[in-house]
């Protein structure tokens, strides 16, 4: 609610409101799945073991296996963030890196 005042406000006053931001984790295992389907598997970067057009073996997307320290920690992915507002629930959780694994043509098809 309180993003959506902020929200209203700005636009009253001509600005677009843009939300603070805070670490995103994943409140368990469900969570941390949903957030692996729309995000790390969508994503360039979660090809482990991957090899590219030359031959060379490209590592993957170290982010998941640094999931496993606390928030509180440096080494903790700063990557992964959501909009910090009073909710019990994340809002918008996602990943700073994501660059998606095709893209689509100018005909709409992917590629």
Known sequence: MDW???????????????????????RNLTALCVFDDNWCSQCRHDTVGRVDEAGVRVPGCEIQARVIFTIDDPRYPTEWIEDDVKRRTPSHPRCTVFQPKTTPSRKGKIT
């Open 4 to 26: 959506l005042v902020m929200q209203l406000e700005n636009n009253r006053a001509g600005k677009r409101a843009v939300p603070k931001t805070r670490p995103y984790r994943p």
